[in-house]
Nanobody, 124 residues
């Protein structure tokens, strides 16, 4: 099993940056594909970014491409989401998730473990 704890959210103005962190427990972190998802009020949870186990492939939802960067440090059991040029539409609770499936996984149901989420609010 993997336990995930997100941090780094907050209230910022449009155009600002935030870096989300996700700390994972366990000694098998490197075996998991890691993803970030978000859920805005009244909306379904959606895919944001994913990084594969070996840290050499990633993918993003179109609305964040060029602004967000996902990374991981398998030695520190951590995955990160650098968010630049934030927009009000990025406001949501951001969740870190782990999938045992190899590859670039963008669907929620393929993720077995989830963190509790961290709130990101972007004011205009």
């Amino acid at each position: 099993q993997v336990q995930l704890v997100e941090s780094g959210g907050g209230l910022v103005q449009a155009g600002a940056s935030l870096r989300l962190s996700c700390a994972a427990s366990g000694r098998t972190f490197s075996r998991y594909t890691m993803g970030w998802f978000r859920q805005a009020p009244g909306k379904e949870r959606e895919f944001v970014a994913v990084i594969n186990r070996s840290d050499d492939r990633s993918d993003y939802t179109n609305s964040v491409k060029g602004r967000f960067t996902i990374s991981r440090d398998n030695a520190k059991n951590g995955v990160y989401l650098q968010m630049n040029n934030l927009k009000p539409e990025d406001t949501a609770v951001y969740y870190c998730a782990a999938s045992p499936i190899v590859g670039i996984i963008t669907t929620l149901r393929e993720y077995a473990y989830w963190g509790q989420g961290t709130q990101v609010t972007v004011s205009s």
